[in-house]
Each structure stands twice: as C-alpha cells, then as structure tokens.
C-alpha cells in the first residue's frame, strides 16, 4: 500500500439552485442527488482510480448511505479494511451548486466525528494525506505516527483550523485553497508566508487558475488547463489526491502538483464529487 487516507465520509445531497437563498428566504431547487462525498473519501477515490495502492481510514454509520460510501471506494479499487462503522449516522453533506458550478456546504458529521486517535493504523504507508473533517487530535496523533516513521505527510487543511507547531513541522505539503490560506496568515494570502508557519512546503490551490507550490524558498505557479466547470463540489480533493499520488510514485512536489491540477480541471467538468 502506498498512501493512506485519513478524513471524512460524507453523503452529498446535492441540489441544484440558481442562486443561494437569503437569510430568512426559500428558494426552490432541483431533486435532490444522493452522492457518495467527503473530503477523505473524496482524496481517497482520486487515488484509487489513479492507480495507487491507496487505503481509506475514516467512519461511516451502519446504514444505507455508509453502504453508499464502502461500494464507491472499492469500485475506485481503495482498501476499506480501516474503515470503521459507528453507531452513529452516516455524515451528510448539504450542497447547492450554482449554474456557474460553484457550490456551497453544510456538513453533519455524524460517524466522522466518532473517530478515534486509537483507530490511527498508518502501517506499510509511503504517503499520509489527511483532512480535516475528522477530530483534529486525530489528525495530529496520525502525523505524529508518521513522522515518526518518516512517512510523508500531505494535509488539506479544510476546514481550515488551527493545529500544534509539532503537526505544522511535519507538513510536506500543507494544501490550502486561498481562503483557507487568508484565515492562516489573518491578511493577505500570500503563498511564501505559509512556511513561516513551521510548514515543510505548502501548495495553494486557486480553482481555475490552478495552483502555486512554494518550497525551499522557491515558488512556483501552475496553470490549470481550460475547462468549462460544471461542478466544482471535491476539486480540492482530487487535487490532493493526485498530488498525494505522484509524491508516492516518486516525483517532486511541483510535477506532483501538476498532476494534481491537471486531475481537478477533469473533475470539475462532472457532476459531484467523486463522479
Ligand atoms: O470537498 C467536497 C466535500 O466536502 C464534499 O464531498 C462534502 O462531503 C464535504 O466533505
């Protein structure tokens, strides 16, 4: 196995709006689409149908929509083995996509909030990507694991939150979208000054303008090919996906990236995250 992943596994009800409702105001939508989702899983089918030996780790509920989640990783050819089932619901995702593509999220975390440090098992990993829609004292306890074991770490850090200077120095990359990289600095998201925060590297992602990766105090941008978005919902996970990929076969974190967002410009152009 070369990568693990550790994070969420949602059920995307995605509905379709023209435009987002107002506080206080109904809008009506298209049907609504149940989709199998969360960033983990999201990460984790990227790789998979990359070809990677890739191993999911995260919780799902013993109900229908985990069984949603188990059937769309393993049709990606990902290991289940650590993923655990809780007795707790399944965690939704509440998404409306616009017709720009663009999409807005609420989470219930469910089983993902269940997790714990207890069931980390990165054994026999070359690359930990982890995200953040699971414990974050699991998170930090998995990269400690890892570097202890010298096993490369790749965190989205989305949601964003903070996160101890240890787990920050063990980052190579941190993959943050420039929001995420704003909040970071509290100001301007200025891709350079991510290494002052303790980080190995770190690749900021800018949607249709691709992504910039700094590290060894150089930076580097990459253009993201054109395409007409239809769905942007996990574009960030494929990204990291791929990345967390190409790191495993052994490439340098700026081909790695460019794999990444040559993988999130094919995803945006299909409906839902993992699709
Ligand atoms: O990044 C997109 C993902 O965020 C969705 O699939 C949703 O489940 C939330 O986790």
Redesign the pocket.
């Known amino acids: 196995m070369d990568i693990v992943v550790l994070g ?1 596994a ?3 009800l995605v509905v379709e709006v023209d435009r987002r409702p107002a506080a206080g105001e109904t809008v009506l939508g298209s049907d609504t689409s149940v ?1 199998p ?3 983990g ?2 990460t984790a089918v990227a790789a998979g149908r990359l070809g990677a030996g890739v191993a999911f780790l995260g919780a799902v509920g013993a109900d229908a929509h985990g069984d949603l989640l188990l059937d769309s990783l393993r049709s990606a050819g990902v290991d289940v083995s650590l993923v655990r089932r809780r007795d707790r619901p399944t ?1 939704i ?1 509440y ?1 409306t996509v616009t017709p720009d593509g663009e ?1 807005s ?1 609420v ?1 219930s975390p469910g089983a993902n909030a269940a997790l714990d440090v207890s069931d980390v098992d990165i054994d026999g990993a070359r690359v930990l990507v982890a995200s953040l ?1 699971v414990p974050v004292p699991v998170v930090e306890h998995a990269v400690a694991e890892a570097v202890a074991r010298g096993v490369r770490v790749v965190l989205n850090l ?1 949601p964003v939150a903070r996160l101890s200077a240890e787990t920050l120095a063990g980052l190579d990359p941190l993959v943050v979208n420039e929001h995420e990289a704003a909040w970071l600095l509290g100001g301007a998201p200025d891709p350079p000054r991510l290494l002052e925060l303790g980080v190995r590297s770190a690749v900021v992602t800018l949607g249709a303008r691709g992504a910039v990766v700094v590290e060894d105090g150089r930076t580097r941008e990459i253009a993201a090919p054109e395409v007409t978005p239809v769905d942007t ?5 494929a990204f990291t996906g791929a990345l967390a990929v190409g790191l495993a076969r052994g490439a340098d974190l700026v081909s790695a990236a460019e794999l990444g967002v040559r993988v999130a410009a094919e995803s945006v152009t299909r409906p839902g ?2 699709g």
């Open positions: 969420s949602n059920a995307d989709l989702g969360g960033k899983a999201n965690g995702a998404i999409n999220i989470v829609e989305s919902t996990g574009a960030g996970d995250a993992q």
